[in-house]
């Protein structure tokens, strides 16, 4: 069967109000997907099936003869919680980044594509995970990579939404999150993790603090082994002893060194269709970007390209195009008077 074939029954059976004959489908669509490499899609579908099945088996019905279901109010409040869900196309190989950090993602991403042997000894899944280091140095692309690599949903966290000033709010929207999550056997990405700190501010003796912070072993503790935890943070040290402790895999992403910079701008250039109009001027300013996180350099470079594919206008060569290393050096040297 084709796809257009599978749609032609998912419509079907939907509007002959027949379920088992649209799981039957939706789940021959869903393998079908995944033979034909079309795994973002058979993932989202996954998704969607999941939920739905969830909320048959704990939601009411509205009314008799309706297929609808109540939604219940915590998977309302839960979606407030949520920035987004989405499946990633990144690859190991879009990330730049030292020899140590690629080589424990690489432990990592083995270790969860060999979970059924190393059930059979019963071993721990390591499956949380802490990225820190400076700003825009690849903390989230690192977590897109994984969730690409695994071939897994990735559910992205508004921690900010979480955070609450009332007393042991904060721990019960966690718990929430976790609960629903769980149940999708994906990643959960959360952004800004020293954000939990800032419960400090709202309790003088800390208590509020030291719930959150035992909430979050707690559902460390419980967390099923395929679904994993993805934490980054600027600020790690406004993070718990005890929560730090809890991550199987913590990795510091740092400033890009020289080699680091030549690869990110290597990678930025697309195999050869960019080149620099001047190689030696280009040179100098890879030194000078030394000091600029990966996602400032990326960024200078990217509009660079840009504004000298402007500048060329109509005299533009369909396959290739010259950067001009005189408008870059403008961008490079403005961010690094920013950061003086």
């Not at 029954?9 to 088992?20: F, S, V, W």
């Not at 690859?91 to 594509?113: A, G, M, P």
Request: charged letters at 30%; a neutral charge.
């Amino acid at each position: 069967m084709g796809q257009l074939d599978f749609i032609r029954d998912l419509a079907k059976y939907g509007l002959e109000n027949d379920q088992d004959k649209l799981l039957t489908v939706l789940n021959d669509l869903i393998e079908h997907s995944k033979k034909t490499r079309k795994i973002n899609f058979a993932l989202q579908l996954q998704s969607i099936l999941k939920e739905a099945i969830r909320q048959q088996q704990t939601a009411g019905l509205v009314a008799v003869g309706s297929q609808k279901h109540i939604l219940r109010e915590e998977d309302r409040e839960v979606n407030e919680f949520i920035i987004e869900k989405l499946t990633s196309d990144y690859k190991l190989n879009n990330l730049v980044c030292s020899d140590q950090v690629r080589s424990e993602l690489t432990y990592f991403i083995k270790e969860h594509n060999s979970l059924e042997i190393l059930g059979r000894f019963d071993l721990p899944i390591s499956n949380k995970v802490l990225f820190y280091g400076p700003s825009g140095c690849g903390k989230t692309l690192a977590a897109y990579v994984l969730a690409g690599e695994l071939e897994k949903l990735m559910i992205v966290v508004n921690l900010g939404a979480i955070v609450s000033s009332k007393l042991g709010e904060t721990s019960k929207n966690l718990a929430k999150v976790f609960r629903k999550a769980a149940t999708e056997e994906c990643i959960i990405f959360i952004d800004e993790f020293d954000s939990l700190g800032k419960v400090r501010d709202y309790s003088q003796d800390h208590g509020e603090m030291k719930r959150v912070v035992n909430t979050i072993l707690q559902l460390f503790d419980y967390l099923p082994k395929d679904s994993i935890i993805i934490a980054a943070t600027n600020q790690i040290d406004m993070i718990d002893d005890a929560l730090l402790r809890r991550f199987d895999l913590t990795l510091e992403l740092n400033l890009p060194t020289e080699r680091q910079i030549k690869e990110l701008i290597s990678k930025t250039l697309r195999s050869g269709i960019f080149t620099f109009d001047n190689k030696k001027e280009a040179d100098k300013l890879t030194k000078l970007c030394a000091g600029l996180s990966y996602y400032t350099i990326q960024r200078t470079l990217l509009t660079a390209i840009k504004r000298s594919l402007i500048e060329m206008g109509q005299n533009l060569h369909v396959l290739s195009a010259k950067i001009d290393t005189k408008i870059w050096r403008i961008l490079v040297e403005k961010e690094k008077q920013e950061r003086q």
